[in-house]
T-cell receptor, first 112, second 113 residues
Framework: AQSVTQPDIHITVSEGASLELRCNYS??????LFWYVQSPGQGLQLLLK??????LVQGIKGFEAEFKRSQSSFNLRKPSVHWSDAAEYFC??????????FGAGTTVTVRA | NAGVTQTPKFQVLKTGQSMTLQCAQD?????MYWYRQDPGMGLRLIYY???????DKGEVPNGYNVSRLNKREFSLRLESAAPSQTSVYFC????????????FGDGTRLSIL
């Protein structure tokens, strides 16, 4: 069975500082990995995805994530956070048929 | 704008009432999904439809039924609502080709008293 763990429930970061959100997954084969962002009252928006190839993936809004098979991780990073990045972030893993399993989410607060 | 449209956006029900949540997509996607989102638990898959005419159970199907009415529409029905079904429900769709990701609607916030 596939599963995702996001160890950090809540992270507070200063505007302009770097951000890293952790994601660990459990899956028996090569995973399809995703990061989604959810602003309050909104649906989920895809930030980036990994299927195969280069393990460093670039996404929208200046985010990137690195797939590390040896550590079963897919951590999300942004070099310099903006106030508009305050949101909830979800990591997800999917099988070939795209039944996604989501982590519990990490809420990011950005302080001025 | 193209995308996934969910109706209603908000609903309050009494225990035992029935309700159908509607979802429509205009992106000509093959697959459609229903999730529920609860605090601290992320999104959990209720049902999905890989293509028109097919539906399958996800992780938490009990208490729900679905209908893939046509390629565009995928509805979720609560026959006898229970307080444990208070949640935010999200519909998503996906084009199967080209390994495309799921696109999500804005959600339906459902409270059952």
């Amino acid at each position: 069975a596939q599963s995702v763990t996001q160890p950090d429930i809540h992270i507070t970061v200063s505007e302009g500082a770097s951000l890293e959100l952790r994601c660990n997954y459990s899956y028996g084969a090569t995973p399809y990995l995703f990061w989604y962002v959810q602003s309050p009252g909104q649906g989920l928006q895809l930030l980036l995805k990994y299927f195969s190839g280069d393990t460093l993936v670039q996404g929208i809004k200046g985010f990137e994530a690195e797939f590390k098979r040896s550590q079963s991780s897919f951590n999300l990073r942004k070099p310099s956070v903006h106030w508009s990045d305050a949101a909830e972030y979800f990591c997800a893993v999917g099988a070939n048929d795209y039944k996604l399993s989501f982590g519990a989410g990490t809420t990011v607060t950005v302080r001025a | 704008n193209a995308g996934v449209t969910q109706t209603p956006k908000f609903q309050v029900l009494k225990t035992g009432q029935s309700m159908t949540l509607q979802c429509a997509q205009d992106m000509n996607h093959n697959s459609m999904y229903w999730y529920r989102q609860d605090p601290g638990m992320g999104l959990r898959l209720i049902y999905y439809s890989a293509s028109e005419g097919t539906t399958d159970k996800g992780e938490v199907p009990n208490g729900y039924n679905v209908s893939r009415l046509n390629k565009r529409e995928f509805s979720l029905r609560l026959e006898s609502a229970a307080p444990s079904q208070t949640s935010v429900y999200f519909c998503a769709s996906r084009r199967v080709q080209d390994s495309q990701p799921q696109h999500f609607g804005d959600g339906t916030r459902l409270s059952i008293l």
